[in-house]
């Protein structure tokens, strides 16, 4: 079985843009969540989506929004793009929703802004 | 706010050396705690969970936690490190919250041949 995808790998961009990323979870997992890694920091609470709503999101500003679709795929919006948020960006899926559940990582989208 | 604190940035320990990995956490109630992995370019791979129950955990790999609420630790141990281990690990917390979960900022764990 496949894990969780994300595509592009690798992403570049320039200040003031827009870029999309996408995830594909395990199949038959219904929660997604993203997560944001800067260089040399633990990953960062971005949002979780369960049966296509949103549960939960971390502290990150209105720059950034989400959605997940009804075969559980997901995507991570980021509008006006700065410096500061160039970063590796991490899809997880559960079966379920809840901070206790096995989350399973994707290798990440690495997005450069220059 | 829930934290969670990994004390020691880099480690660096001879291959076939015992390994004990740091990590503490803020949130009073019973947390859910875990340790990730993630080799370069890689996404994290879950070594261990803990939710309730018996305080010593067995994971993948041959690695294994302890549970100690009076220390507020949740400590990965180790005992004959394989140079294969080398790479960054991540303790987290679930605790106080049901849908995300609060990292570490990790330990690089460098092995010696």
């Known amino acids: 079985d496949a894990g969780v995808t994300q595509s592009p790998t690798h992403l570049i961009k320039t200040r003031g843009q827009q870029v999309t990323l996408r995830c594909s979870p395990i199949?038959?997992?219904?929660?997604v969540s993203w997560y944001q890694q800067v260089l040399g920091q633990g990953p960062q609470f971005i949002f979780q989506?369960?049966?296509?709503?949103?549960?939960g999101r971390g502290n990150f500003p209105d720059r950034f929004s989400a959605r997940q679709f009804p075969n559980y795929s997901s995507e991570l919006n980021v509008n006006a793009l700065l410096l500061g948020d160039s970063a590796l960006y991490l899809c997880?899926?559960?079966?379920?929703?809840?901070?206790?559940?096995?989350?399973?990582f994707g290798s990440g989208t690495q997005l450069s802004v220059l | 706010a829930q934290s969670v604190t990994q004390p020691d940035i880099h480690i660096t320990v001879s291959e076939g050396a015992s390994l004990e990995l740091r990590c503490n956490y803020s949130y009073g109630a019973t947390p859910y705690l875990f340790w990730y992995v993630q080799s370069p370019g890689q996404g994290l791979q879950l070594l261990l969970k803990y939710f309730s129950g018996d305080t010593l955990v067995q994971g993948i790999k041959g690695f294994e936690a302890e549970f100690k609420r009076s220390q507020s630790s949740f400590n990965l141990r180790k005992p004959s490190v394989h140079w294969s281990d080398a790479a960054e690990y991540f303790c987290a917390d679930g605790g106080g919250s049901n849908y995300k979960l609060t990292f570490g900022k990790g330990t690089l764990l460098t092995v010696n041949p």
């Open positions: 997880a899926s559960s079966l379920v929703s809840g901070a206790n559940e096995k989350l399973f």
């Open positions: 199949s038959g997992h219904k929660s």
């Open positions: 989506y369960y049966e296509k709503e949103e549960r």
